[in-house]
């Protein structure tokens, strides 16, 4: 993924055409003049023409071709904003959110995901801790009561967007004593303990305040919980983590084909 830079005169103009086309006409709806524009700006985004990162004309481009207020302007983004349609960068003004798509049927970790899409991943490390497993753990891991593990909570972005809250839990002797560095996955490879196959559930849910502020989200926001147990090719068990991802970025692509 790329920063968006503002557009040039003819790419703005032809944004701008097609935005005004879409605007009702001669009184034809009775929503307030800023809710039309957001629709119209809506309808590009939702059938594919306003794609992923492609930036919107500024306010000044909007207000002329309009003929609105700055204010009305500024309130139809707000609203595509506040859906999660649009994001802000400073110095590059509005641009439309990028979603990921991400198979269901492939296991693969966040890093590893991102680097095969042109992003660069990072993550922000919320806590690391090593200690007994709880009843929970001992069960979804197999683990006895005096085997250790690793628990791992972090913020992860892509392209500094934070993107999801992960909280990975894994059997200490999996990492090497618990040096983890950007990618779990890697680590455990490095290490001999790569899962090969996992299961995952998923539920949609509400933002709370704590994830809201963590993925830079408005709290009650559309998320997705998500709950990875992943197994080695003996069938060992060898992780389990708990994810919030952003609803507004994330699609979770199944094929699904006709039972013979």
Do not use: C, W
């Amino acid at each position: 993924m790329t920063t968006p830079t503002p557009q040039s005169e003819p790419e703005a103009s032809a944004v701008v055409t097609r935005i005004l086309a879409n605007l009702p006409r001669g009184g034809a709806s009775e929503d307030p003049l800023y809710l039309q524009l957001a629709g119209a700006m809506r309808q590009l985004i939702e059938r594919g023409e306003l794609r992923g990162g492609e930036a919107l004309p500024s306010e000044r481009v909007l207000m002329k071709a309009t003929g609105l207020s700055r204010v009305t302007v500024r309130s139809a983004i707000d609203d595509l904003f506040r859906d999660g349609l649009i994001a802000r960068r400073r110095g590059a003004g509005s641009y439309v959110s990028p979603h990921v798509d991400q198979p269901l049927s492939v296991l693969i970790g966040f890093t590893a995901d991102m680097q095969r899409r042109g992003a660069t991943a990072r993550s922000i490390v919320l806590s690391r801790t090593s200690g007994l497993p709880d009843p929970e753990e001992m069960v979804k891991l197999g683990l006895s009561p005096n085997e250790q593990v690793l628990r791992l909570s972090r913020v992860r972005l892509s392209d500094n967007d934070p993107l999801a809250v992960e909280h990975a839990v894994v059997p200490l002797f999996a990492v090497g004593g618990g040096e983890v560095g950007e990618s779990l996955y890697e680590t455990l490879k490095q290490n001999g303990y790569m899962p090969v196959r996992a299961l995952q559930r998923l539920r949609s849910a509400i933002a709370d305040k704590q994830e809201a502020s963590l993925l830079g989200i408005v709290d009650g926001s559309p998320i997705l919980h998500i709950e990875r147990h992943s197994f080695l090719a003996n069938g060992r068990a060898i992780e389990v983590t708990k994810s919030s991802y952003r609803g507004d970025r994330y699609d979770f692509i199944a094929e699904l084909k006709l039972e013979p």
